[in-house]
């Protein structure tokens, strides 16, 4: 949501201050002098909060404060008062852009899409419209949808950085590489200051075996977020790609302590332990990174073979087993579920083994007679 908080949030502003602007002149002098606010949306929206309190039934004082929510990422609230607003005024079609926007930021794709329908409806036009309903039909993979609404975007504004970043990443979806390239080179060409679009780039000269290139995008886009662990990444891929293995190593490292999440670095680290027989060290990395993309290749093989390794008999087996599912009628991975479970069960303490409990003697057989049992 980078381009969608940056393109939309400056004419969201725009619009509802125009909207502002069309109230009677009876309520203009208790607007909110924007030029007194210290800084901030939330700031500005605590701002309005007595003007709200003297005029409860102006529509485009709690819409004027939804927008300025909303950039505070207070969307619960931001959705609470454009709800106020539409229910004082259902025509204005700003409003239901900005009830959109809020969906959106929840993720609700389908409410998101209804909601833009009405402010299309209700007379609302803008690039910025069309670029939040085709980042929502991307988001849903609705992909030649997100591509025909990012279009019109273009059609309203051909320099829109916003719809030509979003139409690269509908274009790599479809498997056009070459149009995707071309649309976010000509994103970043427009707007050169978004970390999001380097790293795309970055990314796909890496797949093309391009590391020079990468280098170019990687160090613009590190000097504009340093802590953005998609772009330490491919700054490591690059390094491996040149040959220089160390210090791709770090910048995986760093990328995973900067984000979790990034499964590539994790197999990446794995990979260069793996091949130097530090199964140890290869198992967190090849945990997390199966975790999160079981597929990946040989990634399962690793990490049971790590674990064997290791003397981790049952969770290897439970590895070759997984590999036996996803690969049917290998007699390799069968053959492998039974040396690893016939180790399992060396390792298993004896089950037919039972210790006896230990009791007291017994008495003399002629004393035997009634046993009595104790606790």
């Known amino acids: 949501m980078i381009f969608i908080r940056l393109f939309l949030g400056c004419v969201l ?8 602007d069309d109230a009677p002149a009876s309520r203009t002098e208790t607007m909110v002098n924007l030029a007194t606010v210290q800084s901030g949306p939330q700031i500005q929206a605590q701002e309005l909060e007595g003007a709200i309190a003297r005029q409860p039934r102006n529509a485009s004082l709690y819409a004027r404060r939804a927008a300025f929510r909303l950039d505070a990422g207070q969307v619960a609230a931001a959705l609470q008062d454009i709800n106020q607003a539409i229910d004082l005024d259902e025509d204005q079609g700003e409003f239901y852009f900005t009830k959109a926007r809020a969906l959106r930021s929840q993720n609700r794709l389908s409410a998101t899409l209804a909601a833009a329908e009405e402010a299309s409806r209700r007379g609302f036009s803008s690039p910025e419209l069309n670029l939040l309903v085709g980042e929502t039909q991307l988001a849903a993979r609705h992909y030649q949808d997100a591509i025909d609404q990012l279009d019109r975007a273009l059609q309203q504004e051909p320099d829109h950085a916003g719809a030509l970043f979003y139409k690269g990443i509908a274009s790599l979806a479809l498997a056009d590489t070459a149009q995707a390239l071309q649309y976010l080179r000509a994103s970043t060409a427009r707007d050169p200051r978004q970390p999001e679009t380097l790293h795309q780039l970055a990314f796909l000269s890496n797949a093309y075996r391009l590391p020079a290139e990468a280098l170019v995008y990687t160090t613009r886009g590190l000097k504009l977020a340093p802590a ?37 670095a994790d197999y990446r680290l794995a990979l260069a332990a793996f091949k130097q027989r530090q199964y140890a060290s290869a198992i967190p990395h090849l945990q997390r990174a199966v975790r999160r993309a079981p597929r990946l290749p040989n990634a399962r093989q690793m990490l049971a073979e790590s674990y064997e390794s290791q003397g981790r008999a049952a969770d290897a087996l439970a590895q070759y087993r997984l590999l036996v599912v996803e690969n049917p009628g290998n007699r390799h991975w069968t053959y492998k579920v039974w040396k690893a479970g016939e180790q399992a069960r060396r390792l298993r303490p004896d089950s037919t083994f039972r210790r006896r409990a230990a009791i007291e003697p017994l008495a003399p057989l002629p004393q035997r007679v009634t046993p009595a049992l104790t606790n």
């Open 13 to 20: 502003s725009a619009t509802l201050l125009s909207a502002c």
């Open 228 to 264: 953005y662990g998609l772009l330490w990444y491919d700054h490591g891929r690059q390094f491996e790609l040149q040959n220089q293995p160390d210090s791709a190593l770090r910048c995986y490292y760093r990328a995973i302590r900067l984000d979790t999440t990034l499964y590539r």
